[in-house]
């Protein structure tokens, strides 16, 4: 079974990766794979009866992680993100544990929060990285969400690449966001991929970290189109896969990764990766960003035109202007606060300091338009580059080491092209491996 298995792989997504590293022996390559494996507690085996689950049938569960496990040993990825890992069953946890081991493979796994079952997996590989330190992050949100942070250090490998006392650290983050049952969740979402974002930040100011590579890996549970994307785009990070191809941000139907259990296919799994030389815009103006962005897109769901939206914030006010009080109402009409999962008060504050441009207490038509309705504040900025068309270093700029992306690839094939295939069992999910190449590059700053 396994060598059949094994030859099918050769001809389709592992050969476009191990040609890729072959491809580039001057320019040592690391991989890296996300895959949302499907916990058994959640893989129904009955249309009749949604209660039926392959958690109750261990020779399912128990051949199909098998599988998974042949996979990702055979295409050895020098680092593995897993998501609905099953940690509530102790003979899975086991048998990962040690097949990873035993490949050499350091393991941390943790499970969400308030016994959900399932959880997440990180394993990197003992030959391409030293682990350098490891935290847990637990959003304590609904959905019981978590996430992973793993701080590691290129190897030996990679020593053609170092000079002098420059390392080549890397901040690794595993997570699963929560499923969008309805719209009104899309906001706790933003929220916990802010609280990503704070504890990355907090993490390098907290260890005096300079700007490293950061690689953010997972179920986003969102597409191209959505609020999350948006957000992390304007942190400067760049989602590996579309890198690859050449797809742009508008290329949004281009691949799938995932059928949900509404039998909707989507493009969801991400791997997410943030040069050193990315000029980085402050989290909170992002965080802004994104909130009145979600806020615009409520009032136009609502058929409201830009002079209707203005007229909706201004509530009953006579002025030409918008109220601290008016904005709260609506934020409170339109869902986005008045709850738990909600904006808190002083999150409220901060969007209202966004807004009020000029700081004279209210926010009239030409602020709305700016921050609102037509915001100006999302210009990418270019990356910087100190080198020559050989590649050589042009300034004097302090130097890090970055990565380029060589090759992405989906499994199965078929996503690629936005199909899904029936015949496909190992998951919900398709697996995405990516193809890293580390460069030398300058550092950035916060613009």
């Known amino acids: 079974m396994r060598t059949k298995m094994k030859g099918r792989i050769s001809r389709i997504g592992s050969y476009a990766i191990s040609s890729s590293i072959r491809d580039h022996q001057q320019q040592p390559c690391i991989t890296c794979t996300t895959f949302n494996i499907l916990a058994p507690i959640y893989k129904r085996l009955s249309n009749e009866d949604q209660n039926f689950r392959e958690s109750d049938c261990r020779a399912y569960w128990f051949g199909r992680n098998q599988r998974i496990l042949d996979w990702l040993l055979y295409e050895r990825s020098s680092i593995i993100c897993l998501q609905e890992f099953w940690v509530g069953n102790e003979e899975l946890v086991d048998m990962y544990e040690k097949r990873l081991s035993d490949a050499g493979y350091v393991n941390f796994k943790l499970a969400r929060t308030n016994n959900r079952g399932d959880g997440l997996l990180t394993a990197v590989h003992k030959d391409y990285f030293r682990v350098v330190n490891y935290r847990d992050l637990l959003f304590n949100d609904f959905g019981d969400r978590v996430a992973q942070l793993l701080h590691v250090e290129l190897i030996d490998p990679f020593s053609q690449c170092r000079n002098g006392d420059l390392r080549q650290e890397i901040l690794i983050v595993n997570t699963h966001l929560l499923f969008p ?111 009145f962005g979600m806020f615009k897109c409520l009032l136009r769901r609502a058929s409201l035109t830009e002079t209707d939206a203005f007229a909706f914030l201004k509530a009953d006010n006579d002025g030409d202007y918008i109220t601290y009080s008016g904005f709260c109402e609506a934020l409170e009409q339109l869902n986005l606060t ?92 398709a697996r995405l491996t990516v193809v890293f190449s580390p460069i030398r590059m300058p550092c950035s700053r916060l613009s």
């Open 338 to 429: 008045g709850h738990k999962h909600g904006l808190a008060d002083e999150e409220t504050k901060d969007l209202w300091v966004q807004a009020d441009i000029d700081g004279n207490g209210v926010v009239d038509y030409k602020e709305f338009q700016q921050r609102i309705w037509k915001p100006t504040w999302s210009d990418q900025r270019n990356d910087l580059n100190d080198e020559d068309e050989d590649g050589f270093v042009k300034s004097s700029l302090e130097q890090t080491i970055g990565f380029s992306v060589k090759n992405a690839v989906l499994f199965p094939p078929e996503v690629e092209k936005g199909r899904w295939p029936e015949n496909y069992s190992l998951s919900d999910h």
């Open 181 to 291: 049952h309805d719209s009104s969740l899309s906001l706790v979402r933003l929220h916990q991929v802010y609280k990503i974002l704070q504890h990355v930040e907090s993490y390098q100011k907290e260890h005096n970290l300079k700007p490293i590579p950061i690689i953010l890996c997972g179920d986003w549970n969102g597409s191209k189109r959505g609020h999350v994307y948006k957000f992390l785009r304007s942190q400067g990070f760049v989602s590996s896969y579309d890198t690859a191809h050449q797809y742009t941000d508008a290329d949004a139907h281009k691949w799938v990764s995932h059928r949900n259990h509404r039998g909707n296919i989507c493009g969801v799994d991400f791997i997410w990766l943030l040069n050193p030389n990315k000029y980085r815009k402050l989290l909170k103006a992002s965080w802004s960003e994104a909130v």
